[in-house]
């Protein structure tokens, strides 16, 4: 048994959050790395199982200490928030309200030590807000309960590693929030990251703004002057290995290639799209800058497809294991 213990928390009660966590609690490989458990709700990963056809059984605790990580036995923090007929599909405020207390009790034992990292199934934002939390996501709860000042989001799939300087917010808001500080805090964040997961010098490429990156203020009004380049410089005197503002277009696929180990992309579409369009079943959600380790999918709740059982768990297995080898050891 291996002494790692990773917290997951159940997500969306409605979404296809329970279904992907029993499909990947079925792989008996993931007990071999860590001892993880389920914070949640037992009664819905029990009609997920069914669902899904899985044939672990489910054991309700009340504390970490009682959990037994014994493969085909699913160990769950039973926090009993939802009722067993939720219905599939649809936004509900009690389920947003539990995704949160699932999230807020994962924080809690993580910065009691009690767990060594936490990785979430999705939440839905609509539900979440009408449960009483108005947060844009869980990147923005796990900065909050940590108290958490400088925080990024880093998108992990196959070939590609991108972090972002703005995240949640309409396009306008995004360019007015990039200031050369906040882009410089990502890139040494990109850095520390990088260099903590066995990189010895992290080649980090930094987006432009405008199409083209401005090219040389043909596009845009200087934002790339302004905003990007003297975070870029900062970053470059301290030893940092960071090059840009580079076009966007052309940077993703450079990377891919083999060009550079990560992206710096300035809004939310800039960096999501190229990881989806490498698969949403392969994508991690890692939040970076945080005082405990956290992994995610990278997909929402696909409330269309709840109750299926038909929902992959690629992205679950991956967020997993890369929480198990991010977090500290006991």
């Known amino acids: 048994m291996k002494t790692t213990i990773i917290g997951i928390t159940m997500g969306d009660g409605a979404g296809v959050g329970p279904e992907i966590i ?19 709700d037992a009664k819905i ?5 069914g669902v899904v056809n899985s044939e672990l059984k489910i054991r309700p605790i009340a504390s970490v200490t009682e959990a037994q990580y014994e493969y085909g036995t699913v160990d769950c923090l039973d926090l009993n928030l939802l009722p067993a007929d939720l219905p599939f599909g649809q936004v509900s405020p009690e389920a947003g309200h539990a995704a949160f207390m699932y999230l807020k009790t994962a924080i809690e034992l993580a910065n009691e030590g009690q767990i060594d990292g936490i990785c979430t199934a999705p939440l839905n934002k609509e539900a979440l807000h009408k449960g009483g939390h108005i947060y844009p996501g869980h990147t923005e709860i796990l900065a909050d309960l940590t108290g958490t000042q400088d925080f990024a989001m880093m998108l992990s799939a196959p070939k590609l590693k991108v972090i972002h300087v703005t995240t949640h917010v309409g396009i306008i808001d995004a360019v007015r929030m990039i200031e050369p500080e906040r882009v410089y805090k990502v890139i040494q964040m990109a850095h520390e990251t990088l260099r903590k997961a066995g990189y010895a010098e992290p080649r980090i490429a930094v987006c432009g703004i405008n199409p083209h ?4 203020g043909l596009f845009g009004y200087g934002e790339e002057e302004e905003k990007v380049i003297p975070g870029v410089e900062r970053a470059q ?3 940092i290995n960071a090059q840009g503002p580079l076009p966007a277009d052309t940077l993703f696929f450079r990377t891919t290639r083999g060009d550079f180990d990560i992206v710096v992309a300035m809004y939310h579409d800039q960096g999501h799209g190229p990881v989806k369009v490498l698969g949403l079943e392969a994508g991690v959600n890692i939040t970076v800058g945080l005082p405990i380790i956290r992994t995610s999918v990278d997909h929402g709740t696909a409330f269309d497809i709840a109750g299926k059982g038909i929902a992959d768990d690629q992205s679950i297995k991956e967020a997993l294991r890369q929480a198990v080898e991010l977090a500290p050891k006991r």
């Open 22 to 40: 029993m499909k990947a609690l079925g792989d008996s490989a993931l007990y071999e790395s860590c001892n993880p458990f389920v914070i949640g």
């Open 45 to 49: 990963l029990q009609r997920a199982a």
């Open 237 to 239: 005197r301290e030893g």
């Open 213 to 216: 990156a401005g090219e040389n």
